[in-house]
């Protein structure tokens, strides 16, 4: 498909090539209209295909075929307690109610094929209306080979998330090659992955087995392609173009050749990735950051929120309100070799296993490691305005670091020399001078450690109650007994620096249960759309559950593509 030569018109223009982006356009393709979707990146697949690529959609059809018992209400229940006085009972209703729709239009008329995940705990399973499994769906594992050419223009996985130079692994990989040295199954599993990969390199230069949230991205480009959907990359929206009564017509764009227009006869739809690489609006709207902290995002450069400048230049209402205006994750930094450096995120591998702990500069724990990576965040925001400080460090054992990997240092057998002499691990026989290395109070620390292994004896961690809910204890090794997430420390000691970060942004455009945006006065912009981070999140600033941004994105793609069609 050509990347540069844009129709003068089309039905319906999609500004975004992510999960939402594409969704909404085969939504409008399945309904009858011929949709255009242009993309800035010179790459399509947004950060859904650098993502972990989770859906999550209560009562969806999967889980129902399964036997597994749901309800909107419980639902309902559980989202309104983790909103708060936030809660938009408009747009959750309209989730609850289309969300299983969407999943099975995408599951049996697309290339989207997903499973659904029997245990996998709400982040917050003690809550009224949570569950132990069956909201999370993943995308089933995805032969890229079948998108052929069109597979050089997928966003590639990020390398730090990879192995071999280029092999990324899915939850079922990352249990394996965690259990290689120990189980004759997994060294098999393994030995046939790697010669997969390594074959793949030679006949294709990257990677074909997709995983996780690429098989996501990779999954619904080939229904894209084989509806014969346009998708231009390297397009940038400049502008939305109104009619005399305020309808949005089109939009005007800037690529190889130039700047030029597009008219769209039934509207625009913004899925651009929301805003976290703007650095103004994101000063503006993260509390932590307007106070001098730091922050990295781990979503593509190309996410700018270009496009929900472009809505409220034409009046569009953008949401401020969220409890937090970020998806948080912790995020170490990994160095390059011109002196910068690469946020490297913190999401579930390490800081729920037995043998690590998060410290501040004095000392002293601040937080339950095991929860989630967002709560963990806030945990951290706390300390470290509390302190005074910019960061933080989880500190790891041995026997954890080699077992289980911390950070970018990935577990046994995978050498760790080349980290230790860049200074991003640190490392010592004694805690003391581990402490002295990293700037923290030296018999804080040790005190710290000796108060936690006397409980962690007995598996317990009366402090912070790290290994006390479902969700905690599945992130842990349940090898360890009796507490997955909990053991003593044992020397030699290593520390990693922790930062505040993201993996997207939770405020954005405000719209109706159909798609449409708003503006400032709450009536509807007519023929302008919106979903994807593009929109505000309706969990407002919550994060209830895995796949909380990718359930919503492919529902209201679903939606929007449905609303266009019919406005």
Not at 416 to 439: F, P, V
Not at 519 to 530: E, F, Q, S, T
């Amino acid at each position: 498909m050509p990347t540069s030569e844009l129709p003068e018109s089309c039905d319906l223009l999609v500004i975004g090539s992510g999960a939402a982006g594409m969704a909404a356009a085969i939504s409008a393709s399945h309904h009858g209209l011929n949709p255009v979707i242009v993309e800035k990146a010179d790459v399509f697949g947004g950060s859904t295909a650098v993502s972990g690529g989770a859906i999550w959609v209560p009562c969806n059809p999967l889980m129902q075929a399964a036997g597994m018992a749901d309800s909107r209400e419980a639902a309902r229940t559980y989202i309104r307690d983790e909103s708060g006085n936030r809660f938009n009972a408009e747009l959750v209703d309209a989730f609850l109610e289309k969300g299983p729709e969407a999943i099975a239009f995408f599951h049996d008329k697309t290339a989207l094929k997903l499973s659904h995940r029997a245990f996998s705990p709400d982040y917050h399973p003690d809550g009224e209306g949570a569950t132990e499994g069956g909201r999370s769906l993943d995308a089933l594992d995805y032969d890229g080979r079948r998108l052929g050419q069109d597979l050089y223009r997928l966003r590639s996985p990020i390398a730090d998330f990879t192995i071999l130079g280029g092999m990324p692994l899915g939850r079922p990989d990352i249990y394996h090659f965690l259990r290689l040295t120990r189980s004759a199954k997994s060294a098999v599993y393994a030995t046939k992955t790697v010669l997969r990969y390594l074959r793949d390199r030679i006949v294709w230069k990257r990677n074909t087995r997709l995983v996780m949230g690429a098989a996501v991205a990779g999954r619904l480009a080939e229904t894209v392609f084989e509806r014969g959907i346009a998708l231009h990359t390297s397009h940038e929206l400049i502008k939305l173009v109104q009619d005399g009564d305020g309808r949005v017509t089109g939009a005007e764009l800037t690529g190889p050749n130039g700047t030029t227009r597009i008219a769209a006869k039934h509207g625009v739809v913004l899925a651009t990735g929301g805003f976290p690489h703007d650095t103004v609006r994101r000063a503006r709207q993260f509390d932590h950051v307007r106070k001098g902290l730091p922050h990295y995002s781990m979503s593509p450069a190309a996410s700018t929120g270009g496009a929900i400048v472009a809505a409220e230049a034409i009046g569009a209402a953008f949401v401020e309100t969220n409890a937090n205006g970020g998806f948080w994750t912790p995020v170490s930094l990994l160095p390059n070799e011109d002196g910068s450096r690469r946020p490297f995120p913190h999401l579930f591998l390490d800081r729920a296993k037995p043998g690590v702990i998060a410290v501040g500069h004095d000392g002293r724990r601040f937080v339950n490691e095991a929860v989630s990576y967002h709560d963990f965040v806030q945990g951290l925001i706390a300390k470290l305005l509390e302190e005074g400080r910019r960061s933080a460090w989880l500190i790891a054992d041995h026997a954890a670091l080699r077992r289980y990997g911390l950070g970018a240092a990935h577990a046994f057998p995978a050498k760790i020399g080349r980290h230790l002499k860049s200074g991003y691990l640190k490392r010592d026989t004694s805690l003391g001078e581990l402490a002295r290395q990293c700037g923290i109070d030296a018999t804080q620390l040790e005190r710290t450690v000796a108060a936690f292994n006397h409980k962690a004896l007995r598996g317990d961690d009366p402090e912070f109650g790290k290994g006390t809910t479902s969700y905690q204890r599945y992130l842990g090794d349940a090898e360890n007994k009796p507490n997955p997430c909990v053991r003593p420390l044992e020397g030699p000691f290593y520390a990693i620096e922790i930062f505040p970060g993201d993996i997207g942004t939770t405020m954005g455009l405000d719209i109706t249960a159909k798609g449409q945006v708003k503006n400032r006065d709450g009536r509807v912009i007519p023929g302008l759309y919106a979903c994807g981070n593009d929109i505000n999140s309706i969990m407002a600033g919550s994060y209830p559950g895995p796949g909380i941004t990718l359930g919503p994105a492919l529902t209201f793609g679903y939606v929007v593509g449905e609303t266009a069609a019919t406005a």
